[in-house]
């Protein structure tokens, strides 16, 4: 139910950086739906686990539209929205490196 | 000091990474370079075959025109792959294999089409890296809505080539 990653890239800049770590955990979707703002870490089938924000859920709840902070991010804007089984969980936990 | 100790537990467990991925994506997306490339490849077979027929004589000037037509066969029937790579690698995206399940093994095909027009003299086999990339082509309009036609090409091998209907 919780698990600790190590963030690479930049696309969420400058809220999370380069060698910060997360924990992040799927306890939080029991208590209240994900929603607009949430950091949350996810598996994208071309790029991996990703780590990016919901800009907007889908109105019957099941697809997120994730998005970075940085213009050049990599994000639903390339490759669609995600689906929410997708969803490893949701950033409870910043450890930033500076 | 809590950073340092998972750093110190990241060395010993090795975390996943999550990546917040980072790219400049341009959107600038053509197959129409690939198809040039490849129609390149069959017209240089054709002007070494006209010049091995026409030249009686080996000799140096020979050799050095052949020798360009040769590396110019080499450079774009690498330039092709390459092309086509860019836009399996970076534009299509999973919705578009579901939707187009045959895209992996036509990119396969193109390749091997590819090196085979690099190691031979075979025009029907660079005749077919040209078709190959065609259909990717089509697909690739395909995906972005954009309707395709065929039609000869202006230029010497005037092989047929897929365009996008623009309007």
Known sequence: MIRILKVTENSLSPFFLEGDFVVVSKIPFFLRPLKSGDIVVFNQPSYGIMIKQVEHVSPDGEQLFVVGTHPFSTDSRQFGPIRKESVLGKVVWHIRKS | ?167
């Open chain 2, 1 to 167: 000091m809590i950073y340092q100790i998972f750093d110190w537990l990241d060395n010993k467990l090795d975390f996943d990474q999550a990546q917040a991925h980072c790219d400049i994506p341009c959107g600038i997306y053509d197959p129409i370079t690939a198809q040039i490339a490849a129609l390149t490849v069959v017209r240089m077979i054709d002007l070494m075959k006209d010049l091995e027929t026409k030249s009686p004589n080996k000799d140096a000037a020979f050799l050095n025109t052949f020798s360009r037509y040769v590396a110019v066969k080499e450079e774009h029937a690498e330039k092709a792959k390459h092309d086509v790579r860019v836009i399996w690698g970076d534009y299509i995206k999973t919705q578009h294999l579901e939707q187009y399940p045959e895209l992996h093994s036509l990119v396969h095909k193109i390749m091997q089409g590819g090196s085979k027009s690099r190691q031979t003299t075979d025009r029907d086999a660079a005749a077919a890296f040209v078709e190959d990339i065609n259909k990717f082509a089509e697909i690739f309009w395909a995906t972005k809505g954009i309707k395709t036609k065929r039609a000869k090409a202006p230029y010497a091998p005037n092989l047929e080539l897929v365009y996008p209907e623009l309007v």
